[in-house]
């Protein structure tokens, strides 16, 4: 059975009043699809407004280039299945084996908040089924909850993008709330690695890597886990 991988993306391309623009960050999109694709996982691209999602151009600079993000500008199919998102309230939880939350700034605005979304998230963490999110991508737990009605992130190991790497980027007064602060506010155990090293956390089901270069780890710990 070939099995069936969701990455959710942000459809948020507003840097708060900045006049800037944001969105997903490249390389936390293209690490882990290039992962999935190449273990010969389906995989479903989806977004709030569905469509082409808005990148972040800040992860188009050449210092922010990978082989995935080389591979992924070489990739007409690839671009093809990003510009056409099937819309988040589409889809079933049901229908997924695995989630995968890609960061970027966006999704602090729009997935953080959105009901979809949530309702998502905790069908997928209650039925076990794998749920990884990266960088700003934990912001998105902000209002899930646990079955038992307490917060999803709550006496369970987290990581996120940190207050420091924040700091690095000059967003710490710029974005609606911090990933690591929210992290903790709800509980999480949230521990981290040095700043921009890869760091990913496993917690059953529940798998969060900190900054872009945990992208590719945290879809193998996926792959593991779906076996």
Request: glycine share 10%; with cysteine; hydrophobic share 40%.
């Amino acid at each position: 059975m070939t099995k069936k991988i969701l990455m959710v993306l942000t459809s948020h391309d507003q840097l708060g009043d900045t006049g800037k623009k944001t969105g997903f960050w490249l390389e936390e999109f293209a690490a882990p699809y290039y992962v999935f694709k190449d273990a010969g996982v389906q995989i479903t691209l989806a977004s709030p407004k569905g469509g082409q999602p808005p990148l972040d151009p800040k992860s188009d600079d050449p210092g922010a280039q990978t082989d995935a993000t080389r591979r992924f500008k070489a990739d007409t199919d690839a671009q093809k299945v990003l510009a056409n998102t099937v819309v988040l309230a589409s889809v079933r939880a049901e229908d997924f084996d695995a989630v995968f939350y890609p960061g970027g700034h966006g999704p602090l605005w729009d997935l953080a908040e959105d009901a979809q979304s949530i309702a998502l998230i905790e069908k997928t963490f209650a039925a076990g089924k794998p749920l990884a999110l990266v960088c700003h991508a934990p912001g998105v737990l902000r209002h899930a909850k646990a079955p038992d009605g307490k917060h999803l992130v709550a006496g369970r190991k987290v990581t996120g993008f940190t207050n420091t790497e924040e700091e690095a980027v000059q967003l710490t007064k710029i974005v609606p709330f911090l990933v690591e602060d929210m992290l903790k506010a709800n509980g999480g155990q949230y521990s981290k690695g040095a700043d921009w090293a890869p760091y990913v956390l496993t917690e059953g089901n529940l798998i969060t890597g900190q900054n872009p270069a945990s992208s590719e780890q945290g879809a193998h710990a996926v792959l593991q886990q779906l076996g």
